[in-house]
């Protein structure tokens, strides 16, 4: 015999839960109409909606601990709850270290995980849907993360409107809320059922194939979506495109990688609308943003995760980043060593929040390469390498038009066995555009190593 918890809601929430979600649909119904090209996933959709109250607490917990004067934050306040409890007792990794103080655990590393990341996973959850992403691999081997359903919710319909509400923006109604442009992951429109706003749409773009820019452009200006989000290099490819420009969003997201302040001018210019960067992990999403106070500077979202200081070096006036976080209790993460270098600022902002600061080194930034078209495209097409090949860390460099340099350091093995499969990888990632030497990577410790390097 199964049986099945009941859980009542009062009959008025349910209406307007309804009410909104149906509205929501109404406009992802109209945008399907005229963009075929772009799915819609019903059953995830239905799936959010269970969802729904805890979203509402999670985004409560957000806009509270942005002002709260509070030393212990919601993050660490929950992380000393479950550590408390017997709640990671399910877990592998956890067994025999629980109940204790957080700093009471040993660090971990993005190593530990990839080596398996299975035993990071909560048991509990073993009958309930989980969502697999990869992490990105701008910074190392690809992992999978598992996410839980309030986790995988809350990065899809809560990132944007807790970035947008640093900044003090408003969305319009009737307009479509956002567009995601990637150069991964399918065409979507996405719902939230909370009813707050618009459909969003993700949009996927080949950049080596300029009709799938042009068709990607069409699309954005067709439906004028408020904020547009994307990784820097890629809002670079975009706008290569004059007919972009006749695309007006409200607000640019600038996630995933370093915004330089060049860039950031030219956005603005382009677009004629504000820029704000934020900085996310797949493992526990979007973290920290900028507010419109001081460009430059995230703040940590402390409703989410706790942060601390790994000592980069004793002279060195910044930190490696070292986050917990139980907003995924799917596969919480706690003292995690982000491999990410900061400076930290702890005063209070002049706008308002109590939410320390970060500013980001340029490690992570990426620039872009050139085509011998004079196109640019993205060097995370080369991310895959580390998964496909049994290599530890690598460099991809563009000395100039034609040639493509990659150093690589192998994982196991003997670099001459892997020349031949890298040069490989390599030309047909960028669809044999270039000319490719392979060598070996002498070096990689520093903080401010940069996988992608662009010479001309
Ligand atoms: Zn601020």
């Not at 950049?207 to 042009?214: E, H, P």
């Not at 990688?257 to 704000?276: G, I, T, Y």
């Not at 196109?375 to 895959?384: A, E, H, M, V």
């Amino acid at each position: 015999m199964v049986l099945v918890p009941c859980i009542t809601h009062h009959s008025g929430d349910v209406a307007v839960i309804l009410l909104k979600f149906t509205s929501a649909l109404k406009s992802a119904t109209r945008i399907l109409e005229n963009h075929p090209e772009l799915s819609f996933d019903i059953e995830e959709a239905l799936l959010s909606l269970k969802e729904v109250g805890d979203l509402e607490r999670r985004l409560a917990a957000f806009n509270t601990s942005r002002q709260e004067k509070e030393t212990v934050s919601v993050a660490e306040r929950d992380i000393s709850n479950v550590l408390a409890s017997a709640k990671l007792s399910k877990i592998q990794a956890y067994q025999g270290l629980g109940t204790g103080a957080l700093n009471a655990l040993p660090l971990m590393d993005r190593q530990v995980l990839q080596n398996n990341s299975s035993r990071y996973i909560n048991q509990e959850f073993a009958s309930q849907p989980l969502w697999e992403t990869t992490t990105y691999g701008t910074t190392g081997f690809p992992i999978s993360i598992y996410s839980s359903a309030g986790f995988y919710f809350d990065q899809l319909f809560l990132s944007l409107i807790k970035i947008s509400s640093r900044v003090g923006f408003n969305a319009e109604r009737n307009r479509v809320y956002a567009a995601h442009v990637t150069d991964t992951h399918g065409q979507r429109i996405t719902v939230n059922p909370m009813g707050r706003n618009e459909a969003t749409i993700r949009l996927i773009i080949d950049q080596f194939d300029d009709n799938s820019i042009r068709q990607a452009s069409r699309i954005l200006i067709d439906l004028q979506p408020c904020i547009l989000c994307a990784r820097s290099e890629i809002i670079e490819v975009l706008a290569q495109f004059s007919e972009c420009s006749q695309y007006r969003p409200e607000l640019v997201v600038c996630s995933g990688s370093f915004l330089e302040d060049e860039r950031r001018e030219r956005f603005k210019h382009f677009f004629s609308c504000p820029v704000v960067n934020a900085y996310g992990l797949t493992e526990f999403g979007p973290v920290a943003s900028e507010c419109s106070a001081t460009p430059g500077w995230l703040h940590i979202d402390r409703s989410i995760v706790h942060h601390e200081f790994a000592a980069d070096s004793e002279v060195h006036p910044t930190h490696e980043l070292v986050l917990s976080s139980v907003s995924n209790m799917a596969m919480p993460l706690l003292r995690y060593r982000t491999g990410d270098i900061v400076r930290v600022e702890n005063n209070m902002c002049i706008c308002g929040s109590v939410d320390p600061q970060v500013s980001m080194s340029s490690g992570r930034l990426v620039p872009t390469f050139k085509r011998r078209s004079g196109r640019l495209f993205s060097p995370t097409i080369f991310n895959g390498l580390s998964a496909s090949l049994p290599i530890a860390k690598y460099q991809v460099i563009q000395e100039n038009i034609n040639q493509l340099v990659v150093l690589i350091h192998p994982r196991v093995g003997a670099l001459s066995d892997l020349i031949e499969p890298t040069l490989r990888y390599v030309q047909s990632a960028s669809r044999n555009e270039f000319d490719v030497r392979v060598g070996h990577l002498e070096s990689y410790s520093s903080s401010n190593f940069q996988r992608y390097k662009c010479m001309i």
